[in-house]
């Protein structure tokens, strides 16, 4: 099953010297036959998403399917 991940582009991040940074924010990463199936799957299994004001209505959350799920430490 492909693995996706998912972001907004609503929110914004803070720097180490205190000013907003305006940027994209990483929601996670979900497995699914298909990107709508695992937004839903993404959408069960962290409802801190709905629950913190991030949009999950259709065309809100962006996806990206993973070539592959092997993790870099650089």
């Given at each position: 099953m492909p693995t996706?991940?998912?972001y907004t582009l609503?929110?914004?991040a803070e720097a180490p010297d205190?000013?907003?940074v305006?940027?994209?924010q990483?929601?996670?990463e979900a497995c699914g036959e298909n990107a709508?199936?695992?937004l839903a799957n993404l959408l069960s299994e962290n409802r801190w998403i709905g629950e913190h004001g991030f949009s999950v209505g259709i065309g809100e959350?962006?996806?990206r399917e993973l070539s592959d799920t092997k993790?870099?430490?650089l």
């Open positions: 996706f991940i998912f609503e929110g914004y205190g000013r907003r305006e940027n994209c990483l929601l996670g709508s199936d695992a959350i962006i996806a993790r870099h430490l």
